[in-house]
């Protein structure tokens, strides 16, 4: 499967995860992110990386899935592990998202939708990842 998870770079970036290679995807509280990290997450799902709260928000890179869920502290709460695939040269604004009409489907840009983690359809992840490449 295919997802993007959102992140602010001011907290934590696709920088940061390449610098550290990998790290744990903790701190979701939201039940129905919880459950997809939780439940439907596999080792090897790729990740679309998406800057959240930032100027502009997008997806800047990749990511995979290299542990599956596992309880938090408080085993109310689940995290995967998640390790860097790639930055892209070109960081992927979500403006140029929505302007896009092959991914008019995406949670992404559903008005409301602001789930930090979510199911993303192969061909769109595809065709994000060829934005991204430039």
């Known amino acids: 499967m295919f997802w993007l998870m959102k992140s ?19 701190g979701v509280r939201n039940f129905q992110a919880r459950n997809f990290m939780r439940d439907k997450m596999k080792r090897g799902d790729l990740v679309l ?15 995979r899935v290299c542990r599956e869920g596992y309880p938090e502290k408080n085993p109310l709460w689940s995290m995967v592990d998640v390790e860097f695939v790639e930055k892209f040269p070109h960081f992927v604004p979500l403006e140029e998202i929505k302007a896009h009409p092959k991914l008019k489907g995406m949670l992404v840009v559903k008005r409301g939708m602001r789930l930090s983690v979510q199911p993303v359809d192969k061909k769109h992840f595809e065709i994000i990842r060829k934005l991204g490449k430039g």
């Open 8 to 26: 602010e770079p001011g907290v934590y970036s696709i920088d940061d995860l390449k610098k550290d290679g990998k790290t744990c995807w903790d």
């Open 49 to 63: 990386f998406y800057h959240s709260n930032a100027e502009p928000p997008g997806v800047a890179g990749v990511a």
